[in-house]
């Protein structure tokens, strides 16, 4: 396969210029494990090279240069380890999208510098944007947004879970970019989940409307209306729309578990992001267990316990090698 036509898709991909055709092209190249592994080194390129020189504006010859001479070096000074993958088309994609959210913002960053708040897990942090949007981000999420909205759009990146409570501005849409989803909003009070590790967005509106959009699976200005909840399922882009309960949908703002017929995995990742722990498992088993709990002020260990009860499953606490804490499930599953 040809390697020049491979960092012409990878540069033109990462900088949001790709089209849908050369997009199929770049996943043909990522089945084999050659092409991802100069895919990830592609990526830790340009992190580096945002930390050296952040002034530049992006040349798409200029890249591809900087590219091959910086992989080049890199060759001879370390080796990167090989990532097993499965010849799925959506296993690569879910790969791309991870990668992709951070290049692309370090591209843009060229033009206006970006700001990136981080909530680590165990908190949760509440602040405004330069345009006084109040965000309140849940443990285990990064928002990132330019440190002054000074384009037709107020454009910012999610990874993981945020409450957007978004100051009306009608001649500037608010856009919320997360995984190859955008949702666009003027005025509103919206939540979206969008974790990497869980198979599915979520996104709920209270207040105002929002247009969401998707150009891999064909979803083009989907409205949504006060107290409907689209929910897409990543692998296949399958949607559906309901409405929902709040206070079940944003109860982590206030340090609270709530779950009503949770997949215990995801169950699972809110228990571990909020307590600031791993929770180890074998997912095959539990992956059709479904919880039906609320939890406030309980400590872990309760948590746990209440959960061991009900799902009839055993498991210890221990620590590894950094001091955190592990929880180590075993069970027979559901």
């Given at each position: 396969?040809?390697?020049?036509?491979?960092?012409?898709?990878?540069?033109?991909?990462?900088?949001?210029?790709?089209?849908?055709?050369?997009?199929?092209?770049?996943?043909?190249?990522?089945?084999?494990?050659?092409?991802?592994?100069?895919?990830?080194?592609?990526?830790?390129?340009?992190?580096?090279?945002?930390?050296?020189?952040?002034?530049?504006?992006?040349?798409?010859?200029?890249?591809?240069?900087?590219?091959?001479?910086?992989?080049?070096?890199?060759?001879?000074?370390?080796?990167?380890?090989?990532?097993?993958?499965?010849?799925?088309?959506?296993?690569?994609?879910?790969?791309?999208?991870?990668?992709?959210?951070?290049?692309?913002?370090?591209?843009?960053?060229?033009?206006?510098?970006?700001?990136?708040?981080?909530?680590?897990?165990?908190?949760?942090?509440?602040?405004?944007?330069?345009?006084?949007?109040?965000?309140?981000?849940?443990?285990?999420?990064?928002?990132?947004?330019?440190?002054?909205?000074?384009?037709?759009?107020?454009?910012?990146?999610?990874?993981?879970?945020?409450?957007?409570?978004?100051?009306?501005?009608?001649?500037?849409?608010?856009?919320?970019?997360?995984?190859?989803?955008?949702?666009?909003?003027?005025?509103?009070?919206?939540?979206?989940?969008?974790?990497?590790?869980?198979?599915?967005?979520i996104i709920a509106l209270m207040k105002g409307k929002v247009l969401i959009s998707n150009t891999q699976h064909a979803l083009n200005d989907?409205?949504?209306?006060?107290?409907?909840?689209?929910?897409?399922?990543?692998?296949?882009?399958?949607?559906?729309?309901?409405?929902?309960?709040?206070?079940?949908?944003?109860?982590?703002?206030?340090?609270?578990?709530?779950?009503?017929?949770?997949?215990?995995?995801?169950?699972?990742?809110?228990?571990?992001?909020?307590?600031?722990?791993?929770?180890?498992?074998?997912?095959?088993?539990?992956?059709?267990?479904?919880?039906?709990?609320?939890?406030?002020?309980?400590?872990?260990?309760?948590?746990?316990?209440?959960?061991?009860?009900?799902?009839?499953?055993?498991?210890?606490?221990?620590?590894?090698?950094?001091?955190?804490?592990v929880v180590i499930i075993n069970g027979s599953g559901c």
């Amino acid at each position: 396969m040809d390697k020049d036509l491979f960092y012409i898709l990878t540069t033109k991909y990462l900088s949001g210029e790709s089209t849908l055709q050369e997009t199929d092209q770049l996943n043909e190249y990522l089945e084999q494990e050659y092409f991802l592994e100069l895919f990830l080194k592609i990526n830790e390129t340009w992190l580096q090279k945002n930390k050296q020189d952040n002034e530049h504006i992006y040349d798409l010859n200029r890249g591809l240069t900087l590219l091959r001479n910086r992989i080049a070096e890199q060759a001879e000074s370390k080796t990167i380890p090989v990532i097993r993958l499965y010849k799925k088309y959506f296993a690569v994609a879910a790969i791309l999208a991870g990668l992709a959210l951070s290049v692309v913002l370090l591209i843009y960053g060229f033009k206006n510098d970006m700001v990136s708040i981080t909530a680590q897990n165990g908190e949760i942090k509440q602040f405004d944007l330069p345009d006084g949007s109040h965000i309140a981000l849940n443990a285990g999420s990064t928002l990132s947004f330019p440190s002054k909205f000074e384009e037709p759009t107020r454009e910012v990146y999610l990874t993981g879970e945020a409450l957007f409570k978004v100051k009306s501005d009608k001649t500037h849409p608010f856009i919320v970019h997360t995984n190859n989803y955008a949702t666009k909003a003027v005025g509103t009070v919206f939540n979206i989940k969008a974790f990497t590790n869980e198979n599915h967005i979520i996104i709920a509106l209270m207040k105002g409307k929002v247009l969401i959009s998707n150009t891999q699976h064909a979803l083009n200005d989907l409205a949504l209306l006060p107290m409907q909840m689209l929910t897409v399922d990543k692998k296949t882009g399958k949607t559906s729309i309901e409405s929902f309960n709040s206070n079940l949908v944003t109860s982590w703002e206030d340090h609270e578990l709530r779950f009503k017929e949770e997949p215990l995995p995801e169950a699972f990742n809110s228990i571990a992001r909020k307590y600031g722990i791993t929770i180890s498992y074998n997912e095959k088993l539990f992956k059709n267990c479904r919880v039906n709990a609320n939890f406030t002020n309980e400590s872990v260990t309760q948590v746990l316990e209440a959960l061991k009860f009900a799902l009839r499953f055993n498991y210890k606490i221990t620590t590894n090698g950094k001091g955190g804490q592990v929880v180590i499930i075993n069970g027979s599953g559901c």
